[in-house]
């Protein structure tokens, strides 16, 4: 059965993005920062196509595990929106459920991605990519908001967090107005690394 997960990188001091985002600005100017240890993984070069990275180890095989469990996903606008401008063609390799306001037909790309606009809801959202996981996990993309939602909807079963050993001062929180009634949590497994710390939780809805 289909897990809910989201798999995040986060500074230390808790930002998941910074100020001022725009397509010309994905995710505030922050993603050297706190996604470095990632463009060092020849797995996630890999995954776009692209000859890259020098390391091979327990990130990489993070990396392509996440994306191996992974059968649909689930974003907001403005995820979409920052980086439809330079994502490669078929980056996702599934189907993509992004929430929006706006009413537009599927962008179905060469190869296995297809962009779904949703306006209904994460619920709708999340009923649709269960259909196309068939039995894989769905993962909540981003941004920092659309994660907070399904947090706060008590739908979230599993996360990564990846803890970059930098303090960026301001920016997007990721856990940003969270019910902390809603959930136990359980720290399943801790992998360190040169460039960051992985954790991953389990979550039981009390």
Same mark, same amino acid.
């Given at each position: 059965?289909?897990?809910?997960?989201?798999?995040?990188?986060?500074?230390?001091?808790?930002?998941?993005?910074?100020?001022?985002?725009?397509?010309?600005?994905?995710?505030?100017?922050?993603?050297?920062?706190?996604?470095?240890?990632?463009?060092?993984?020849?797995?996630?070069?890999?995954?776009?196509?692209?000859?890259?990275g020098n390391e091979d180890g327990p990130d990489g095989q993070l990396i392509r595990a996440t994306i191996e469990r992974t059968g649909a996903y689930i974003m907001g606008k403005r995820m979409f929106? !920052? /980086?439809?401008?330079?994502?490669?063609? $078929? *980056?996702?390799? %599934?189907? @993509?459920?992004?929430?929006?306001?706006?009413?537009?037909?599927?962008?179905?790309?060469?190869?296995?991605?297809?962009?779904?606009?949703?306006?209904?809801?994460?619920?709708?959202?999340?009923?649709?990519?269960?259909?196309?996981?068939?039995?894989?996990?769905?993962?909540?993309?981003?941004?920092?908001?659309?994660?907070?939602?399904?947090?706060?909807?008590?739908?979230?079963?599993?996360?990564?967090?990846?803890?970059?050993?930098?303090?960026?001062?301001?920016?997007?929180?990721?856990? !940003? /107005?969270?019910?902390?009634?809603?959930? $136990? *949590?359980?720290? %399943?497994? @801790?992998?360190?690394?040169?460039?960051?710390?992985?954790?991953?939780?389990?979550?039981?809805?009390?």
């Open positions: 059965m289909s897990k809910i997960i989201f798999d995040s990188a986060i500074s230390l001091d808790g930002f998941f993005a910074g100020n001022n985002r725009s397509p010309q600005n994905p995710m505030g100017g922050v993603s050297a920062q706190i996604h470095s240890w990632m463009f060092h993984q020849k797995a996630f070069w890999n995954h776009l196509g692209l000859d890259g929106e !920052e /980086g439809a401008a330079s994502w490669p063609n $078929d *980056l996702y390799k %599934a189907d @993509v459920y992004v929430l929006t306001h706006e009413k537009r037909e599927p962008w179905v790309q060469q190869g296995t991605t297809t962009f779904y606009f949703i306006n209904e809801g994460i619920h709708t959202a999340l009923q649709m990519a269960r259909e196309s996981a068939k039995g894989k996990d769905i993962r909540i993309q981003g941004g920092a908001n659309t994660i907070q939602q399904f947090l706060n909807a008590g739908l979230v079963d599993e996360f990564f967090i990846h803890i970059a050993p930098v303090f960026l001062g301001n920016g997007i929180r990721l856990f !940003e /107005g969270i019910d902390k009634d809603k959930y $136990d *949590l359980t720290i %399943a497994e @801790v992998i360190p690394s040169d460039l960051t710390t992985h954790i991953r939780y389990t979550l039981t809805k009390k």
